[in-house]
């Protein structure tokens, strides 16, 4: 299982980025996943989730109603569409395979990360 997270880089307060995630090596609708944040000096942080076919969404309270998980089966991506950007939203995402917790150790499989950075 390979996951390649893409998308991050330098944006405007108020602005708008669309990570994504490709997922290779397994069969992309069989696992629930997740995005997941980590900034400088702090612990790494669930952001949202995406149950298997179909089996729901899920958000931390903090990014509720800016960020938004999709799935594409077809392409096997998994995408995050995070708006209205913030300084507090400047971190490292990752993208994750195997669960919609918010618990990091309960997912299997992990990508390498894309820097998103939000000036002011």
């Known amino acids: 299982v390979q996951l390649q997270a893409s998308g991050g880089g330098l944006v405007q307060a108020g602005g708008s980025l669309r990570l994504s995630c490709a997922a290779s090596g397994y069969t992309f609708s069989w696992y629930d996943m997740g995005w997941f944040r980590q900034a400088p000096g702090k612990e790494r942080e669930f952001v949202a989730a995406s149950g298997r076919n179909g089996g729901g969404t899920y958000y931390a309270d903090s990014v509720q109603g800016r960020f938004t998980i999709s799935r594409d089966k077809a392409r096997k991506r998994l995408y995050l569409q995070i708006d209205s950007l913030k300084p507090e939203d400047t971190a490292v995402y990752y993208c994750?395979?195997?669960?919609?917790?918010?618990?990091?150790?309960?997912?299997?499989?992990w990508g390498q990360g894309t820097l998103v950075t939000v000036s002011s």
């Open positions: 994750a395979a195997g669960s919609v917790q918010s618990d990091p150790n309960l997912y299997e499989f």
